[in-house]
Structure formats: C-alpha cells, structure tokens
C-alpha cells in the first residue's frame, strides 16, 4: 500500500459523536472515522475486515479518481479484494463512447448476482457515465440494487456518501451539476509505488463538437502550483520516480490565475523537485501548444520525449465541425516546429473515423497526415454520437459500413507506420522503467522507455521501479525484446559500480 499523505492519520482523535465539521477536508476525515467504527462493528462479527474492489472505465483521469477512492476505504479500514466478489464494489464510469456505458450495464447483470449471494454486499457507481441524468433515471428505474450513485464534481466527497450509503437501505443519488471546490489533502492509494498520475487541471471548456467531457466534467480549473508541487515533492520523497501530469488540456493550464501561470513554468518548477527522473503529460490540444512548452521540453532532462498531440481528423473541413481551432496545414507546421527542435520525439495521436458528414475526401486527408506525421502510434476511434453534443445533432452520419471500412485501413496505415517506426531503435541503447513482472512470461519483467514503448527483457522482481539501461534486440511491431547493459542510472545501485562497456546482463 502506497500513500501520497500520511494515511495513519489518527483517525481515533476525531469524535464521531460531535457534529460533523464544516470545513473539508476535515469532514471527510470524520466520515472516514465514522466508517472505520462501522468496519470495527464488521469485524467483530465476521472475524474479518471488509474487503472492497474498485474497477475503472475511462482515461488516466478516472484512473487516479480510483485511487483517491481507494486510498479513503483503505484508510476506513477496508482491504482490497482480488475481483468484484466483495462487500463493496465501486465502478468508476466513463461516457466518452456508447460502448464504454453499455460495458456498465452488462458489467451490473453480474454484479446483481453476486449480491444475491452475498448479504450485505454495497454497490455503488461513480464517474462520468453518473452526470448524464439519462443514465442515472435508467439505473433509478432499473437497477434498483446499486446502492449509492454519485458524479464527478462531489468525488471528494466519497467518505461522507460511504457512511450515509451504511445507514440506509435506500439508493443513495448525489449527483452535482457543476463543482464548488477542489478539496486538497484526501488520502489516495496508489497502483504503483514508482510512478503516479497528478492531476493539475479538471474539467474542460473547449466543447469539441463530438465530445461529451465538458459537460460531465464541467468547467476547466486549475490546481493551484503550490498543491501540485507539494504532492509531487512527496511522491517523489516516496521513491516515486515518474509522475504524468493529469488535465484534458494541459496546454491551458493556470490561464485564470491572477498573474496566469502557464503549464511551461509549471512544467520548470516541477523538473527542480528532487528524486523526480521522469516527467510526462496528457493531454496537450494543439491548438494551445506554446513556444515557450516546446523550448522547456526540449532543454529538459526530465521531461520524456514523447508528445500526445491529438489530431481527430486531418480534414480542415471537418477539423471545424469539430471545433478544433486548428487546419490541417496548422497540424503540420506545428509537427514540423517540434520536430525541427526535437529530432528524437515521439509523437502519438487520437484519431476519429466517421464523424457526421466525413467524405471519402475527408478521411483520405486524415490518411495524408497520418502518412506524412508517421506517427508513433495513434488510438483509433470510430466516431460515437453522445447525445447532448453538438455533433449528435448534425446531419450525415456516415453508414456503418462505410465507417468500418474506413477505420480498418486506417487502422492498417497506422500500424505498418508505428512498426516501421519502432523498428529504427532496434540495437540502439535506452532508458527503461522497469514497471511490472512481464503478464505471460515469469522470466521476464516488462518496462517502459522515454517515448512509452514497452520492453520485455530477463529480470526479477528486484527491478521494478527502477530505470536500467537496456539494448533492444528485437522489435515485435509495438514493443521490444531487448537486454540489459551494465551501467543504469544512479538508481540501480546493484550496477552502477559496475565497469562500463561490459556485455548484456542477462538476468
Ligand atoms: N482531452 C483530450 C481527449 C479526451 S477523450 C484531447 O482533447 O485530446 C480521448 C479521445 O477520445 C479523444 O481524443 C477523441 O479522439 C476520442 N473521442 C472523444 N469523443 C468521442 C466520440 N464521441 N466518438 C469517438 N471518439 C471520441
Ligand atoms: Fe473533449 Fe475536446 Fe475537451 Fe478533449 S479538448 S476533452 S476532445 S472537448
Ligand atoms: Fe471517459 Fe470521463 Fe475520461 S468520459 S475518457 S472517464 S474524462
């Protein structure tokens, strides 16, 4: 278990028979006292503590929600369980594309069953998928079992939702339409203990006409520098070694603070914090990616060289249908500015087939970018109507078929670019993360390098967290084969001492 603050807080101070104070987090902190007596009366009679599961749905930013929620049961004393048979299941949800809900509802039907054999058990769901009033009607009408509902903007409220979905039988719904604050020093666990996501801006304000994020995350807001330079000075404190700075648009970041502090110098403040080797970001719009963001990163020796920059579409048509602010020419200028300042940057995409009114000419301009960028790799996305945005609206959704059609070459063409790409390090020297056991073989553990590639090389357990220099021998199209050299960074002590120039360690 990994905390970014200190979870052994005395929660035994606090007097649970007073009133609930005010002020957050305090209050969330006696919610949190007010659970861990429920957990102790649990534990008397089961001779066992709880055991609660949290599965996410969605992007990076869902993904450390789920360890702020995380790190509260924890510090209310639950203990994590394997898979979803426990006594408290949360989904944390995402909206973005229709397929992403219908994952939630199908997920549920087992989830019902489990509860019927397990008294007791608490369901709860939160995230995006909870701000759409459509889909929590459906849940209120339909899935009566679930125990307590809330959305994006009260997640901090989650221990005082927790000890109210405790008293009642009722389904509990706490849904917000739009947030009051950003409440700072909750508990989180994290996943990992050398690397972590930090959330330096929530919600968005761009309304891409396709997109449904503002709507469920609301407006855009930045965390004050102070805040975010605190938590990552403690993870890094904490052997945390790569930290990836969280927003859906990094590239406006702290524009409403009085005097604006742009995401540059944020990003200049972040590279003096000690301990700290690593430093990434998601996601940066092109339309705001600055100059000054290009010239920090490239003096960095923090910052990966690996650049987001989604492009949607690579038809200037359709580019302002979605309400991008940028042309494909634009697209291309900017690739070819951070290019000529980064000649060894990886760059990776988000792409999106099929939006209303998508010729044959259109989707062949999105083929032109992708062929003339090379992109290291790009997600692909078949265009999903979400209700409520402007797109749903527009006339000329593209048949199915011809979606499909065009997404398969797409996918092709981006494929064939991304191995041909990868292929050109093959024999060259990297850095590596090296983040877990490898999935399929236990010999072999399973690393990331700066541009976010994965490498599998022989190694223990003894490795992990740690960034070890290693050969790529072999190229396997979107990951590497490769071994290790003697001679890591600073942070593998083992070898360092070792004399340089000598042959692959392997093992
Ligand atoms: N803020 C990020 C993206 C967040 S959503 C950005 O602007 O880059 C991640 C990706 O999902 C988007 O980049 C887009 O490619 C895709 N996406 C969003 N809405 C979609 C929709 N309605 N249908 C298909 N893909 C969508
Ligand atoms: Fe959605 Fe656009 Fe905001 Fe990204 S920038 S979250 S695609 S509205
Ligand atoms: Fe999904 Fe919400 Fe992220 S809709 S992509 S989880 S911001």
Known sequence: MYQEIDLDKDLSKIDINAEPPIKEPDRQ???????????????????????????????????????????????????????????????????????????????????HNLKKKRPGMRIALCGCMMQEPEAVEKLKKSYRFVNLIFGTHNLYKFAELLAQCYETDQMVVDVWEQADQIVEELPAERKF??????????GCNNFCSYCIVPYVRGREKSREPKDILREVERLAADGVVEI???????????KTFDPPVTFAQ?????????????????????????DELIAVM??????????????????????????????????????????????????TTDL?????????????????????????????????????TPAAQMEGQVPEEIVKDRF????????????QKAQKLTGSVQDVL??????????????????????????????????VKVRLDACRGFYYYGSRVCGDTETDQDTAALPENQPPCMG
Do not use: W
């Open 29 to 111: 902190y006696y919610y949190m006292a007010k659970c861990r007596e429920r957990v102790k009366g649990f534990e008397e009679e089961n001779g066992r503590r709880p055991c609660y599961f949290v599965q996410t749905f969605g992007c990076q930013m869902n993904a450390r929600d789920s360890e702020k929620l995380a790190g509260i049961l924890e510090l209310a004393g639950f203990v994590k369980a394997q898979g979803e048979e426990a006594d408290f299941v949360i989904y944390n949800t995402c909206t973005v594309r229709e397929n992403a809900n219908n994952r939630v509802y199908g997920r549920l039907g087992y989830l």
């Open 193 to 202: 203990s050398f690397k972590s996501g930090v959330n330096i801006m929530f």
């Open 244 to 254: 990836m700075l969280l927003g859906q648009n990094v590239n406006s970041y702290g």
């Open 266 to 290: 944020l990003l200049q403040e972040v590279e003096k914090i000690e301990g700290l080797q690593r430093i990434r970001f998601m996601t940066s719009h092109p339309k705001d990616l600055s």
């Open 298 to 347: 490239a003096q960095s020796d923090k910052i990966c060289r690996h650049l987001h920059l989604p492009l949607q579409s690579g038809s200037s048509r359709i580019l302002q249908k979605m309400n991008r602010h940028y042309n494909k020419e634009d697209y291309l200028l900017l690739v070819e500015k951070v290019r000529a300042t980064m000649p060894d940057l990886a760059l």
């Open 352 to 388: 999106i087939v099929g939006f209303p009114g998508e010729t044959e000419e259109d989707f062949l301009e999105t083929m032109d970018v992708v062929k003339k960028v090379g992109f290291d790799s790009a997600f692909t996305f078949v265009y999903s109507k979400r209700s409520g």
């Open 408 to 419: 398969d070459r797409l996918l092709k063409e981006v494929q064939e670019i991304s191995a």
């Open 434 to 467: 090296i983040e877990s056991i490898n999935d399929h073989d236990a010999a072999l553990v399973t690393g990331k390098m700066d541009n976010n590639m994965a490498v599998h090389l022989k190694g223990d357990a003894g490795l992990i967290g740690k960034i």
